[in-house]
């Protein structure tokens, strides 16, 4: 196998032994780290792979290998970290082709010299990759104003299980030229082939970026405040509710809560939002400077991508506070570990630090998982294990719940685009 | 795409249809939607032999107007028992033949469907039945400080339903994005007569985003029923400018710069000389200089604070760049004046000559005045009259030829001239289809932007929806690639011989775009 897999990606692109430890995929070590330096080549290792039954989990840098289900066994771990160019950038056009293996981080360098931007800030931050925030449908904060990868993305270049190269949707801001296959594969958490380029829709760097933080005293006094911000038609970039312990990075109180308020905009708009914040939430708001903001959205960002066990709860926005409470019941919520909620979209993170779980109380974890996604489906909500313990999954929780009916034609899709069953096997619409 | 010359009769009708719809499957159907949902009479199928795009006609056999998910459900699912195929249909404005009843399809009419069932302000969304009228839903959402963004030009007539299919954009879609960005939620009937329940609700995407790859499917998956929309708020203030040009080319630089230079605006919509004079001339005037070579309309809105300031900058921007006037806005009332240009304009252009052919491709914005350059070098050579409105904003050009079908020297330098003119688009780095959707009028122009690979992938996924291909067949995929397709020969009536041709070829009603 591995002479096989060096002869199309040459000996710099597979890694055996403790190279590839590092990539294990929940405790699972893959045989060898496959990474192609060109398109052809990961479409050759994938027709490869399919012939032989190989089992492939498709991967960027490494960070979110973590997701979902522990596969049942890895023979490769194909990663894009040689895609990693700028295959085209047109500040005029407000475009950008980048190979998937980019990082965002290095893709922000890039565009800033230009004043635009990317605006998506996942919680693995910068150091994640361009392919694995589509793969994997990831967005941060910035979501409430931004929206998420499918409203960004315009094109990508996809190996399917098979090695076809698939080019989707196209580098233009506007396209409707058949179906619309970009956002089949955009979260199809590398189940459908390996996204190898992608092309961006890019924006103008605000003229004003201003983050405000309110303190609360407990998690309604935090609602009430968001929920003002809300009706008040202020239109933040992002509104994010942080309970304690991480309240604490915004610097307000030990054990308050606190509203974290962006305002982007040109420098009036912003002042002017500002200033309304400020006489709807009554006082005691705080504004950040540049590098203090920018270090507290990274931190918080930080606090989910280091999180043993990351769940997210969400339903309407509107139903915030039910959501928060059925989150609180979660073992040592708010005190042990914190929720974050994305309270415009009503999206409520559970962020369970390494130090606050241990595999000893994983069956009680997957009960409240369990306990907390039948309440919310009843409403309609959900509840996505973004990153589970494999004892969590183990002791029964579905990371990903059950999308109905629907499932077969899920099931269909990904025949299509891996007929031998070799990508992420097991792992997500199974 | 065809030979603009001729309205073309498209196999399907005729005896094979009728062995296939017979007698007991139309009582089946009027059991299902009761006695007066089921048309079958000539004269009445008249009305959905085509849809906006009026070159091309076919009758279906017959057409069937359902209410409810359940009763479409019932209807699909006894239509496929007979293996007879079906469109689903909205208004019939669109621009693409994506309604065409090939293949002996029944209709399945979303016209009934036309309820408003929910509008929840809070979470900003709506859920609607497919036949509710766009503009309907924006003044629904209105009374809540709302309003649905995806505004297509002909959205006083069409449908959420049609606007899924065909994924429609609209002039504000420059910066509120198109359908796809505002679908949430859909229920679907699938093409065997199964409900499905695609996102929707409260809660995240749960397994594959199939709302996103459901959205501009253009009737091929199935019917969606029920729809659920993201609301926006209705912005605070709006700013709009009329800058008037001497040179079409600095009219299109002036956008590439408006955009390079980080402007956000709602809208930036162009028209040139032919377009400006022609609105001038129709009871649309708005006291445009009918010598200006082109005028861009450049929208902001938003919060108040700034915003003046903003259009103040974008004003300053089109100046540099060679406008000869730039007006803003004094009142709702001027406003309208400045969009009438825009909107009206394939109406007014329809006095100008007794056919229209209008394209609907898309270039990248920086590539806007050579592209635009080569279009008018393209109409000069082949001796055709060109007029462009246009999204100049997201490079969504609508080119629009001018001219008389009986001329059948002319109508074959227009088949050339569109050929070239999209050629021109997808070798800039475009695509040749932003807002209309491909339909039956572009099959054959997917292989420029797509490999045969991605091709059959499509169709691929096609059959998982719809294995036996019963859902609007004969669409998107050009003739040769899809395994089930299995295209009737195209029979074309002679030219000039077909009762009620209308005058727009290519263009349904002047509400295109």
Same mark, same amino acid.
């Given at each position: 196998?591995?002479?096989?897999?060096?002869?199309?990606?040459?000996?710099?692109?597979?890694?055996?032994?403790?190279?590839?430890?590092?990539?294990?995929?929940?405790?699972?070590?893959?045989?060898?780290?496959?990474?192609?330096?060109?398109?052809?080549?990961?479409?050759?290792?994938?027709?490869?792979?399919?012939?032989?039954?190989?089992?492939?989990?498709?991967?960027?840098?490494?960070?979110?290998?973590?997701?979902?289900?522990?596969?049942?066994?890895?023979?490769?771990?194909?990663?894009?970290?040689?895609?990693?160019?700028?295959?085209?950038?047109?500040?005029?056009?407000?475009?950008?082709?980048?190979?998937?293996?980019?990082?965002?981080?290095?893709?922000?360098?890039?565009?800033?010299?230009?004043?635009?931007?990317?605006?998506?800030?996942?919680?693995?931050?910068?150091?994640?990759?361009?392919?694995?925030?589509?793969?994997?449908?990831?967005?941060?904060?910035?979501?409430?104003?931004?929206?998420?990868?499918?409203?960004?993305?315009?094109?990508?270049?996809?190996?399917?299980?098979?090695?076809?190269?698939?080019?989707?949707?196209?580098?233009?801001?506007?396209?409707?030229?058949?179906?619309?296959?970009?956002?089949?594969?955009?979260?199809?958490?590398?189940?459908?082939?390996?996204?190898?380029?992608?092309?961006?829709?890019?924006?103008?760097?605000?003229?004003?970026?201003?983050?405000?933080?309110?303190?609360?005293?407990?998690?309604?006094?935090?609602?009430?405040?968001?929920?003002?911000?809300?009706?008040?038609?202020?239109?933040?970039?992002?509104?994010?509710?942080?309970?304690?312990?991480?309240?604490?990075?915004?610097?307000?109180?030990?054990?308050?809560?606190?509203?974290?308020?962006?305002?982007?905009?040109?420098?009036?708009?912003?002042?002017?939002?500002?200033?309304?914040?400020?006489?709807?939430?009554?006082?005691?708001?705080?504004?950040?400077?540049?590098?203090?903001?920018?270090?507290?959205?990274?931190?918080?960002?930080?606090?989910?991508?280091?999180?043993?066990?990351?769940?997210?709860?969400?339903?309407?926005?509107?139903?915030?506070?039910?959501?928060?409470?059925?989150?609180?019941?979660?073992?040592?919520?708010?005190?042990?570990?914190?929720?974050?909620?994305?309270?415009?979209?009503?999206?409520?993170?559970?962020?369970?630090?390494?130090?606050?779980?241990?595999?000893?109380?994983?069956?009680?974890?997957?009960?409240?998982?369990?306990?907390?996604?039948?309440?919310?489906?009843?409403?309609?909500?959900?509840?996505?294990?973004?990153?589970?313990?494999?004892?969590?999954?183990?002791?029964?929780?579905?990371?990903?719940?059950?999308?109905?009916?629907?499932?077969?034609?899920?099931?269909?899709?990904?025949?299509?685009?891996?007929?031998?069953?070799?990508?992420?096997?097991?792992?997500?619409?199974? | 795409?065809?030979?603009?010359?001729?309205?073309?009769?498209?196999?399907?009708?005729?005896?094979?249809?009728?062995?296939?719809?017979?007698?007991?499957?139309?009582?089946?159907?009027?059991?299902?939607?009761?006695?007066?949902?089921?048309?079958?009479?000539?004269?009445?199928?008249?009305?959905?032999?085509?849809?906006?795009?009026?070159?091309?006609?076919?009758?279906?056999?017959?057409?069937?107007?359902?209410?409810?998910?359940?009763?479409?459900?019932?209807?699909?699912?006894?239509?496929?028992?007979?293996?007879?195929?079906?469109?689903?249909?909205?208004?019939?404005?669109?621009?693409?033949?994506?309604?065409?009843?090939?293949?002996?399809?029944?209709?399945?009419?979303?016209?009934?469907?036309?309820?408003?069932?929910?509008?929840?302000?809070?979470?900003?969304?709506?859920?609607?039945?497919?036949?509710?009228?766009?503009?309907?839903?924006?003044?629904?959402?209105?009374?809540?400080?709302?309003?649905?963004?995806?505004?297509?030009?002909?959205?006083?007539?069409?449908?959420?339903?049609?606007?899924?299919?065909?994924?429609?954009?609209?002039?504000?879609?420059?910066?509120?994005?198109?359908?796809?960005?505002?679908?949430?939620?859909?229920?679907?009937?699938?093409?065997?007569?199964?409900?499905?329940?695609?996102?929707?609700?409260?809660?995240?995407?749960?397994?594959?985003?199939?709302?996103?790859?459901?959205?501009?499917?253009?009737?091929?998956?199935?019917?969606?029923?029920?729809?659920?929309?993201?609301?926006?708020?209705?912005?605070?203030?709006?700013?709009?400018?009329?800058?008037?040009?001497?040179?079409?080319?600095?009219?299109?630089?002036?956008?590439?710069?408006?955009?390079?230079?980080?402007?956000?605006?709602?809208?930036?919509?162009?028209?040139?000389?032919?377009?400006?004079?022609?609105?001038?001339?129709?009871?649309?005037?708005?006291?445009?200089?009918?010598?200006?070579?082109?005028?861009? !309309? %450049?929208?902001?809105?938003?919060?108040? #604070?700034? =915003?003046? &300031?903003?259009? $103040?900058? *974008? +004003? /300053?921007?089109?100046? @540099?760049?060679?406008?000869?006037?730039?007006?803003?806005?004094?009142?709702?009332?001027?406003?309208?004046?400045?969009?009438?240009?825009?909107?009206?304009?394939?109406?007014?252009?329809?006095?100008?000559?007794?056919?229209?052919?209008?394209?609907?491709? !898309? %270039?990248?914005?920086?590539?806007?005045? #050579?592209? =635009?350059? &080569?279009?008018? $070098?393209? *109409? +000069? /050579?082949?001796?055709? @009259?060109?007029?462009?409105?246009?999204?100049?904003?997201?490079?969504?050009?609508?080119?629009?030829?001018?001219?008389?079908?009986?001329?059948?020297?002319?109508?074959?330098?227009?088949?050339?001239?569109?050929?070239?003119?999209?050629?021109?688009?997808?070798?800039?780095?475009?695509?040749?289809?932003?807002?209309?959707?491909?339909?039956?009028?572009?099959?054959?122009?997917?292989?420029?932007?797509?490999?045969?690979?991605?091709?059959?992938?499509?169709?691929?996924?096609?059959?998982?929806?719809?294995?036996?291909?019963?859902?609007?067949?004969?669409?998107?995929?050009?003739?040769?690639?899809?395994?089930?397709?299995?295209?009737?020969?195209?029979?074309?009536?002679?030219?000039?011989?077909?009762?009620?041709?209308?005058?727009?070829?290519?263009?349904?009603?002047?509400?295109?775009?």
């Amino acid at each position: 196998m591995i002479e096989r897999l060096r002869g199309i990606v040459g000996d710099a692109g597979v890694r055996t032994g403790e190279a590839a430890a590092r990539w294990a995929v929940h405790g699972v070590v893959p045989a060898a780290v496959v990474v192609p330096g060109s398109v052809e080549e990961a479409a050759a290792v994938l027709a490869l792979a399919s012939a032989e039954g190989w089992r492939v989990e498709p991967a960027g840098a490494g960070t979110w290998l973590g997701w979902g289900r522990a596969p049942g066994r890895v023979d490769l771990v194909l990663s894009t970290a040689r895609l990693a160019g700028v295959e085209a950038y047109e500040p005029e056009d407000l475009t950008a082709v980048v190979g998937a293996g980019l990082t965002l981080g290095e893709l922000e360098g890039r565009l800033t010299r230009h004043g635009q931007w990317l605006p998506l800030d996942p919680p693995r931050g910068g150091a994640g990759t361009v392919g694995a925030a589509v793969s994997l449908a990831e967005a941060g904060p910035l979501r409430l104003a931004h929206g998420t990868p499918r409203d960004h993305v315009l094109g990508l270049t996809l190996v399917t299980g098979d090695g076809r190269v698939l080019e989707l949707g196209g580098r233009v801001v506007k396209n409707v030229a058949g179906f619309d296959l970009v956002k089949l594969v955009i979260g199809s958490r590398g189940t459908l082939g390996l996204v190898c380029r992608v092309a961006v829709r890019l924006r103008p760097l605000p003229e004003r970026d201003t983050t405000l933080v309110v303190p609360a005293a407990g998690a309604q006094a935090a609602v009430d405040a968001a929920a003002a911000v809300r009706a008040a038609r202020i239109e933040p970039a992002a509104l994010e509710l942080i309970s304690p312990p991480a309240a604490e990075l915004t610097g307000v109180a030990p054990g308050a809560w606190a509203v974290v308020v962006r305002l982007q905009g040109n420098a009036e708009a912003v002042a002017d939002a500002e200033a309304r914040v400020g006489q709807v939430v009554g006082g005691g708001v705080q504004a950040l400077g540049a590098d203090r903001a920018q270090e507290l959205w990274a931190a918080l960002g930080e606090r989910e991508a280091e999180a043993a066990l990351l769940a997210r709860l969400a339903d309407w926005p509107s139903a915030l506070a039910d959501t928060l409470t059925t989150a609180l019941e979660l073992p040592g919520a708010a005190v042990a570990w914190p929720l974050l909620a994305h309270a415009g979209s009503g999206i409520v993170r559970a962020a369970v630090s390494g130090d606050a779980y241990s595999d000893a109380a994983a069956e009680t974890w997957a009960a409240a998982l369990s306990s907390a996604r039948a309440r919310l489906e009843a409403r309609g909500g959900t509840v996505l294990g973004a990153r589970l313990p494999p004892a969590v999954v183990a002791a029964g929780l579905d990371p990903f719940g059950d999308p109905g009916p629907a499932l077969r034609l899920m099931q269909g899709l990904r025949k299509e685009f891996d007929p031998a069953g070799i990508l992420a096997a097991g792992r997500f619409v199974v | 795409m065809s030979d603009p010359s001729r309205t073309e009769r498209v196999a399907g009708e005729g005896a094979g249809t009728a062995a296939r719809l017979d007698a007991a499957l139309v009582a089946e159907l009027r059991r299902i939607v009761g006695p007066d949902g089921v048309i079958t009479d000539p004269a009445a199928l008249l009305v959905y032999e085509s849809d906006g795009l009026t070159a091309y006609r076919v009758r279906p056999s017959a057409v069937v107007l359902p209410r409810g998910t359940a009763q479409v459900a019932a209807v699909v699912r006894r239509l496929a028992g007979a293996g007879v195929p079906f469109v689903p249909r909205g208004a019939g404005t669109g621009l693409s033949g994506g309604a065409l009843a090939l293949e002996g399809a029944v209709v399945v009419s979303l016209a009934r469907m036309d309820r408003i069932l929910s509008i929840d302000p809070e979470n900003r969304r709506a859920r609607v039945e497919p036949g509710v009228v766009n503009a309907r839903l924006g003044r629904a959402a209105a009374a809540y400080g709302l309003t649905y963004a995806p505004d297509p030009s002909s959205q006083a007539a069409c449908t959420i339903g049609g606007n899924v299919a065909e994924n429609a954009g609209g002039p504000h879609c420059l910066k509120y994005g198109v359908t796809s960005n505002h679908v949430t939620g859909l229920t679907v009937v699938l093409p065997d007569g199964e409900v499905v329940e695609l996102g929707g609700g409260g809660g995240e995407t749960v397994g594959y985003d199939l709302v996103g790859l459901f959205v501009g499917s253009e009737g091929m998956f199935g019917v969606a029923t029920e729809i659920e929309v993201r609301l926006v708020p209705e912005p605070e203030a709006v700013e709009t400018l009329l800058a008037i040009f001497d040179r079409v080319d600095d009219a299109s630089r002036a956008v590439s710069a408006i955009i390079a230079e980080g402007f956000l605006p709602a809208a930036l919509e162009m028209a040139d000389q032919a377009t400006i004079r022609a609105v001038e001339e129709s009871v649309y005037a708005g006291g445009f200089p009918t010598d200006a070579a082109a005028a861009l !309309v %450049v929208e902001f809105d938003g919060p108040r #604070a700034g =915003l003046v &300031r903003e259009a $103040e900058r *974008a +004003a /300053e921007v089109c100046r @540099r760049e060679g406008a000869r006037e730039v007006r803003r806005a004094r009142d709702e009332a001027e406003r309208q004046r400045f969009w009438n240009a825009r909107k009206k304009s394939f109406g007014a252009l329809g006095r100008l000559a007794p056919d229209l052919l209008v394209q609907d491709a !898309v %270039v990248p914005r920086s590539k806007l005045p #050579a592209v =635009l350059a &080569r279009i008018y $070098e393209l *109409a +000069a /050579e082949h001796r055709l @009259r060109v007029a462009n409105v246009f999204h100049a904003g997201d490079g969504n050009l609508h080119p629009c030829i001018l001219f008389d079908r009986r001329d059948a020297d002319e109508v074959a330098r227009v088949a050339q001239a569109s050929k070239e003119m999209m050629r021109a688009c997808v070798e800039a780095g475009g695509t040749i289809t932003g807002e209309h959707g491909v339909g039956y009028d572009k099959r054959e122009y997917m292989e420029l932007v797509f490999s045969d690979a991605t091709l059959e992938a499509m169709c691929g996924v096609r059959r998982v929806f719809d294995p036996r291909g019963l859902a609007n067949p004969g669409k998107v995929f050009p003739v040769r690639v899809c395994r089930e397709w299995v295209g009737p020969a195209t029979q074309f009536e002679p030219a000039g011989a077909v009762a009620g041709a209308r005058r727009e070829a290519g263009l349904g009603g002047g509400t295109a775009a």
